[in-house]
């Protein structure tokens, strides 16, 4: 197989275009390629005026492969290495079957992983399943009645969901292919394996989800919705079971030697249930902002100038970061191309935003998170915990000020850099499903976040023309990007207390679908290859 990369094509090329354009860089006749699989497909969009695509391929030939690499004379030819998925050899001797805490990205992938070694996993779903859940989010959108398993982050699927399903990374792993393979198989669209950014839409997501739950259950695995984990049994620092909560309010014990925690970084109560036991973990890191939504329409101007609104382009993107003098940073974050922000409250009294695309992209605006980071120096205390009480402070301040029915607080941009606060909207209309409050924002998030906004958007203008709109409308907060704490972890992915796996986004090791789902399935490898007695 040889691979050619950096093929340029109109956007208006006809279906042949990347055979004769692959055939004319290996100097050969098309006959002699036998199939031609496309790796990789990006926008060129940095000249307004010419505005193409960029293709990565394989070509399999007839003949001499060595022969036509070499008469190519292009430094854009080369050897294609096959995709090679390599699974470790189980060597698990317990008889207990492990115990998967959550099922978004990092659990399913876990169980699908566990499931196909013959391990039979139980999986414990706090929340609802995918379409049960949906309903149970859209009754919040209509009515603001929260339930607060089942929602934005909680349910099958995780949070990811009920967002864009955004499956750009920047980690690095070979089981990154091994991610993307699956989803598709389970009916994610063809085009992740050779889009430079792919994404799934929510309401794709819904049928991939369910695929994965199909499969597990097939192999003898079990997925319990409505169970949310409330205790581990430790004894001589090792997991001995779990005890779970129906629904009902039933409490269950089960006995296992190892859990799998997949909670993802809403968990909260998991995660002080897990400090109460001694589970060693750290603050970290984690942002906090608003999102900012512009006409779609204007955004597509914006980055693809006369093309804007070619069908081959579709929804545009953007992605800036800007460090003000003497600052901090501020970045763009999930940005959601034709998309709506989205009331992602999962605690009652408390409200934060998230953003959310289906998979045409062809909403009104267009949304990203606008985030600043804030360091465990800035956490009200020492205490490990002490960043997610700072989201809470957060979450409270904004619930009140949307006056306590889950309409989110938001603000103008120009009013916003005026240090004014609004009172009423403009051009842009908000989406957020549970409506908006128009006040000053400034009154929920942190004075160096929104100092670091006013900052950084103003430059950000510069390389985003318009960017800052006078009508564009900010909504608080964004809370929810990541963990504010890392569970630690040793080598052989387990904590100080023997069995206990933390995993993915709420243990403080993944950002995002694709290096959960990576993580969950390292997470599997590891049980696999445990081989205590």
């Not at 070979?174 to 309401?203: C, M, N, Y």
């Not at 908000?430 to 103003?458: E, K």
Request: charged share 25%; hydrophobic share 40%; aromatic share 6%.
């Amino acid at each position: 197989m040889i691979k050619i990369t950096e093929i340029k094509l109109p956007l208006d090329a006809a279906d042949d275009a990347l055979l004769t354009a692959a055939a004319s860089v290996l100097r050969c006749p098309e006959s002699r390629i036998r199939a031609l699989n496309l790796t990789k497909k990006a926008v060129d969009s940095r000249k307004k005026d010419n505005i193409f695509f960029v293709c990565n391929v394989e070509a399999e030939v007839t003949g001499d492969e060595d022969e036509l690499i070499r008469r190519s004379r292009s430094n854009k030819v080369g050897k294609a290495e096959p995709y090679v998925y390599e699974q470790p050899e189980l060597r698990r001797t317990s008889p207990f079957r492990p115990v998967i805490a959550g099922f978004g990205p990092a659990g399913f992938f876990a169980a699908l992983t566990l499931a196909r070694a013959g391990l039979r996993p139980i999986v414990l779903e706090r929340g609802h399943d995918v379409d049960t859940r949906t309903s149970d989010v859209r009754r919040f959108f209509a009515t603001g009645s929260l339930d607060e398993n089942s929602n934005i982050q909680f349910g099958e699927g995780g949070a990811g969901t009920f967002s864009d399903g955004k499956l750009t990374t920047g980690t690095k792993s070979k089981l990154i292919r091994k991610v993307f393979l699956e989803l598709a198989d389970k009916g994610a669209p063809q085009e992740i394996l050779w889009s430079a950014k792919p994404h799934i839409g929510t309401d794709r997501l819904a049928a991939v989800v369910k695929g994965f739950r199909e499969e597990v259950i097939a192999l003898g695995g079990e997925v319990r919705f409505g169970c949310r984990l409330c205790d581990v049994i430790v004894a001589n620092k090792a997991v001995h079971g779990v005890t779970y909560e129906t629904e009902g309010g039933q409490r269950v014990d089960l006995e296992t030697d190892t859990l799998l925690l997949c909670i993802g970084h809403s968990a909260r109560d998991t995660i002080e249930m897990l400090h109460r036991k001694g589970v060693q973990m750290m603050q970290k890191p984690f942002s906090v902002g608003t999102r900012i939504e512009h006409p779609r329409e204007f955004i597509d101007r914006a980055q693809y100038g006369a093309y804007a609104g070619h069908p081959a382009l579709g929804a545009a993107d953007y992605k800036m970061a800007c460090h003000p003098p003497h600052g901090r940073g501020l970045y763009t974050f999930c940005m959601c191309p034709g998309g709506t922000v989205v009331a992602a409250s999962s605690e009652a009294g408390g409200m934060c935003v998230n953003g959310m695309s289906e998979y045409a992209r062809d909403a009104e605006n267009s949304n990203a998170a606008l985030l600043v980071g804030i360091e465990p120096q800035d956490f009200p205390s020492e205490d490990v915990l002490s960043g997610f009480e700072l989201q809470r402070e957060i979450e409270r301040t904004a619930f009140r000020l949307g006056g306590e029915s889950y309409a989110a607080p938001a603000q103008l941009v120009g009013d916003f850099l005026r240090d004014t606060p609004s009172t009423h909207g403009g051009a842009v209309r908000p989406s957020c499903p549970t409506g908006v409050v128009y006040s000053d924002i400034r009154r929920v998030l942190p004075r160096r976040v929104t100092d670091t906004m006013a900052q950084a958007m103003v430059k950000m203008n510069k390389m985003l023309e318009g960017f800052t709109m006078p009508d564009a409308v900010l909504t608080a907060p964004e809370t929810r990007s990541s963990s504010p704490v890392r569970i630690l972890r040793d080598e052989f992915f387990q904590t100080n207390i023997s069995g206990l796996y933390p995993c993915g986004e709420g243990a403080g090791y993944a950002g995002g679908i694709v290096s959960a789902a990576v993580d969950g399935i390292r997470g599997a490898f590891a049980v696999m290859e445990d081989i205590r007695e």
